[in-house]
């Protein structure tokens, strides 16, 4: 699988997560993030951690906003459910000539962590996981 028709894709994770704030508390947010697949780049599988700003603002509906993201990137085909703690969301998102099929599971732990995975299929496959815990109210500091 080609790690470049992946990046449009991979967006999602980190489009969709302001989106589940609403479940969450505002403020400063570490995410850490890996992918695993074959063929995918050390540096895409290598964890990485950076700190995000979620706005209460932010904080509307979630099907709404992750239905907007992959409406952005050309997906189709969008199912979007909610089962009490877990958001289950499919898509097939057109990116050139091929369709990558996405399959996303968050699962709300707490207001204060929360943990993604997404899985993105064409010629092969990749995982996302994305762990995200509340640090503070404030995103100054």
Sequence with gaps: MSFRKLLPVLALTTLAAPAL????????????????????????TEKKTVK??????????????????????N?????IQRN???????AACKMGPRTTQV????????????????VMTNEGQAIAHAERKWL??????
Excluded at 21 to 44: F, I
């Design 21 to 44: 704030a609403n479940d969450l508390k505002p403020g400063l947010w570490e995410s850490t993030k890996y992918l695993e697949g074959e063929g995918l780049p050390a540096e895409l």
């Design 52 to 73: 995000q700003c979620l706005s209460a603002d932010e904080t509307s509906d979630i099907a709404a906003l992750m239905e907007q993201k992959w409406n952005e990137i």
């Design 103 to 118: 399959e996303t599971t968050v699962t709300l732990h707490s207001d204060q962590h929360y943990t993604m995975k997404t």
């Design 75 to 79: 997906c189709q085909d969008i199912d």
């Design 136 to 141: 503070q109210a404030d995103c100054e500091n």
């Design 84 to 90: 009490g703690k877990v958001i289950e969301g499919q």
